[in-house]
């Protein structure tokens, strides 16, 4: 019966939903796995701390996340990652990049507008305690 367990199950719930959300609009469709080293041999040369969907799908399932900010701070690399390996100004870089800053701000705003506030800050509040 322990509350804090319940408030956690509560978050994954939810935050599955989000993966699911932005991993099934085709918009980031190269964000939803990893990227794949044998196609694109130089990655992991220049991204050093790669993130994808899939990955955070699993971290998830793993209670790698004990608030939406943690959440966040993944989606945050995933468009990072993508602008360090996309900085040209060829419209090929371009759209990458127009892609990694949509999937940050629908995730930020899908956060703010379904998730209510003080359920963030009890989970915060949790995580401060672990
Ligand atoms: C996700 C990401 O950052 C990514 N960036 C790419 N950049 C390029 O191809 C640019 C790099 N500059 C020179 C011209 N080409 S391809 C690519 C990608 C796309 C997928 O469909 C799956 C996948 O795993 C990765």
């Given amino acids: ?27 980031f469709f190269m964000f939803t796995k990893p990227v794949d080293t044998e196609e694109v041999p130089d990655y992991t040369t220049i991204i050093k ?23 966040l701070n993944d989606i945050e690399l995933i468009c990072q990652n993508a602008l360090e390996y996309n900085p040209a100004r060829t419209s090929a870089d371009k759209q990458i990049r127009h892609r990694a800053c949509s999937l940050r701000d629908y995730a930020y705003t899908l956060i703010k507008t379904e998730m209510d506030s003080d359920f963030e800050d009890k989970c915060q509040e949790i995580a401060k305690k672990r």
């Fill in 49 to 71: 701390k790669p993130m994808d969907l899939e990955t955070m799908m699993m971290k998830v399932d793993f209670h790698k996340y004990e608030c939406a900010r943690d959440f």
């Fill in 1 to 27: 019966y322990d509350t804090e367990e319940h408030t956690l199950r509560e978050l994954r719930i939810f935050l599955r939903d989000m993966c699911k959300k932005l991993a099934n609009n085709r918009l």
